[in-house]
């Protein structure tokens, strides 16, 4: 999808002489490339992205960043679509099925320790919880969206059918009028996870409206899975929403949102960005955005993410995604060229090289149209 694009140099060069420096990359171009790069050497042979890369210690395998970390290497065209392949069979590989899963649900997956043996060589236990089922499921159903996009493989998602269905089966577990609870045993309807299922929801549906379809009856899923999207994002907007914030609530019956509480409050606001419950043009995301950065966007010490100033240990790159899809391009140049230069892979884990990519490759698309 992405065509690299070298900038010029802008020393001229003499008719008839070659230049010998080479063309430079633009900031987009190098994040992309750095990141899905550095994402890929991290994947072990299993297909498992691990959160750090390390190669001694401790490490964690967490299904939800590495999410964020496929839709990355989907960016680069066909150069790393085999390493999001091999995550998808390991994910499939590694499903719960109803006796496995402490909740008693098909079609989940865990979190996994990653140690590592005298040889050097990671070994990946199970840890028996994961943090959602929601959106662990949600967001793998739309990596399967992006990766059938991409590289048009049918065959993969044909092969897993029933695989899909439980995964959708996750979701769906704990969808109760109109939005889904984190996981069975933690009843809170949280504005991230659901725009997180709005967005599996949808990209679910498309696929057994269309590839799905070719070998399967599966109209009357499509179906309940785009009436439920629907009432989703209803639901949503009519009962999380605070008109007198211009932002929504972090989760329903929360009885107010502080957007000066950053995590969950004020950053549970991008999600509804990033997970596009609306178009970036709409009125509503607009408020949305810019009740954010009336927030985070002050120039202040700990308020200022573009200049990555915020109460929070991690980089939220996410910011900058959701800035990229406001097509903010001050805000996001100014965060990703500091990202560049003051990100440590020590503390970096593979959900925010990926949001970083994410934010690079809409910036380029952007430039595109």
Known sequence: MLIFIGILLSSCVKVGEKSTEPVPKNLYERIIESECAWLASIQYENGAIPMYGRTSGTDKVCPYFSYFAVLALL??????????????????????????????????????????????????ESLGSYDSTDA???TFLHTLRRYYEVTGDKNLLL???????????????????????????????????????????????????????????TTATALILENAAA????????????????????????????????????????????????????ERIKTVYESFNRHFS??????????????DPFYWASMAWAGALMGDKDRVDEYLTIYETKHKRSTLHCGEAGFAVLAAAEMIALGDK
């Open 75 to 124: 960016e680069c065209g066909d150069q790393y679509t085999s390493n999001a392949k091999r995550y998808i069979e390991w994910h499939f590989d590694n499903l719960n099925d109803a006796e496995q899963d402490y909740n008693g649900v098909d079609g989940t997956i865990y979190d996994f320790k990653v140690t590592f043996s005298e040889s050097g060589e990671p070994e990946l």
């Open 231 to 282: 009432t989703v994002r209803e639901t949503i907007d009519s009962g999380i929403w605070n008109e007198a914030k211009g932002a929504y609530l972090p989760y329903l019956y929360a009885t107010d949102v502080d957007l000066d509480t950053f995590y969950a409050d004020a950053t549970a606001q991008l999600w509804v960005i990033i997970c596009k419950l609306h178009e970036p043009s709409s």
């Open 136 to 138: 662990y499921a949600s």
């Open 298 to 311: 002050t120039g202040e010490e700990n308020k200022t993410w573009e200049k990555h100033e915020i109460p």
């Open 159 to 217: 092969e897993n059918y029933d695989k899909i269905n439980r995964v959708v089966n996750a979701m769906m577990s704990t969808y109760d009028d109109g939005l889904t609870w984190g996981r069975p045993d933690y009843q809170i309807k949280y504005l991230m996870d659901n725009c997180e299922v709005f967005m599996g929801m949808e990209s679910a549906a498309l696929l057994y409206r269309t590839v799905l379809a070719e070998k399967y009856d």
